[in-house]
């Protein structure tokens, strides 16, 4: 919240381990969600998740992937992050002035001690803070004190105080505070990868299995001499992939001689797969996955990342193969065409 130097009292550092040494996940800038819920891989330290997700609910003009992006700006999740601008330091996580604290502080986790330093209190507090600066700046902009979007107001609040936005009548220019200035941006730049985007949901809660905007480039039936009993989905190497609907998880392996590094057109096999099964015993196949992220028995979510896009086993280059089947044992003779499969329950690769 405090214009200055950011020096970092204490080392914190997410770790994130990648089994498999070419997977990298991109960053998808294209897809913010929506909704503003966290999306299942979000880059957001576990043990701060569901107070994330709960300061996130607590006005609907905030949104648990909107304040991830924000302590990322704010600490880059350092619970120990101290900023001396050479005014009022600014502390922790959310980096909280003494005096704002005073404000909005409190012992949120009660566990005895109110402090900015504290993640869960900090993280409660910018909640609450953010409720309303967002209110505030929705009055102003209806009696006209204020001009501009009501989410860049706040956020510019939040960083220069409100007595900087009101003195300007919106975001102050970058020539008079740079850093004001830029800190909305800032912010908007880090959602879309917090955010849960699986695109708009069908019928009976089916999600298409990617992130809007990916192609079919391979459909389903004859192809080459073969039967191709699925469609491939052109993604880079990292792209998360979606349950297309709730289930359980029947099957999750390697079906390939190898999945620790891509494969080629003549290996066979769908490399690492999932299996689920859904309800009314339709099923789906994930396949040629750089990473699983689900094992057999779990039971997920419509939306929930169970791996991620590879070229493991028979594959040329990095896709999604989906099948549909809508009998078990999820076999290649009780496969149907997923793209007719998805369009009868309202959705479609764009």
């Known amino acids: 919240m405090s214009v200055g130097k950011l020096v970092l009292a204490g080392a914190f550092a997410l770790v994130i381990l990648v089994p498999l040494g070419y997977l990298t996940i991109p960053q998808d800038g294209a897809n913010a969600a929506a909704s503003g819920e966290l999306r299942p891989d979000a880059p957001v330290p576990a043990q701060f998740r569901d107070v994330v997700t709960r300061a996130g609910h607590l006005c609907p003009g905030v949104t648990p992937a909107a304040l991830a992006a924000q302590i990322e700006v704010e600490s880059a999740w350092n619970p120990n992050a101290y900023t001396d601008s050479g005014e009022a330091p600014a502390k922790g996580i959310a980096q909280f002035t003494d ?28 909640g609450h803070l953010m409720c309303d600066l967002v209110r505030w700046a929705e009055q102003h902009v209806r009696d006209g004190t204020l001009a501009g979007d009501i989410h860049d107001l706040a956020w510019a609040a939040y960083h ?42 069908g019928l009976d809660g089916w999600v298409l299995p990617l992130p809007t905007g990916h192609h079919v480039s391979s ?11 699925g469609v491939d989905v052109m993604a880079p190497t990292g792209t998360p992939i979606y349950a297309a609907a709730a289930g359980t998880v029947v099957a999750s392996g390697c079906d390939s001689a190898y999945c620790d590094r891509p494969g080629n057109p003549g290996l066979g096999g769908c490399g690492n797969y999932v299996k689920l099964q859904h309800r009314g015993n ?23 990342v169970i791996g991620f896009v590879g070229s493991t086993g028979n594959s040329s280059g990095p896709h999604l193969h989906f ?28």
């Open 282 to 304: 339709v099923g789906t196949m994930y396949c040629h996955m750089v990473e699983r992220a689900v094992s057999v028995g779990d039971t997920v979510a419509a939306g929930q």
């Open 99 to 126: 005096a704002t604290w005073q404000t909005w502080g409190a012992d949120y986790d009660q566990d005895g001690v109110s402090s900015p330093y504290d993640p869960h209190d900090a993280i409660m507090a910018m």
């Open 219 to 229: 459909g389903f039936g004859p192809r080459g001499g073969r039967m191709h009993y």
């Open 160 to 201: 220069g105080g409100r007595a900087t936005i009101l003195r300007y009548g919106g975001v102050p220019p970058a020539a008079a505070a740079p850093l004001t200035h830029d800190y909305p941006r800032k912010v908007r730049d880090r959602i879309p990868k917090y955010a849960w985007s699986p695109g708009s949901a």
């Open 323 to 350: 099948q549909v089947h809508l009998t078990p044992p999820f076999s290649n003779e009780s496969a149907v065409d997923p793209v007719a499969f998805l369009r009868s329950v309202g959705l479609e690769f764009k």
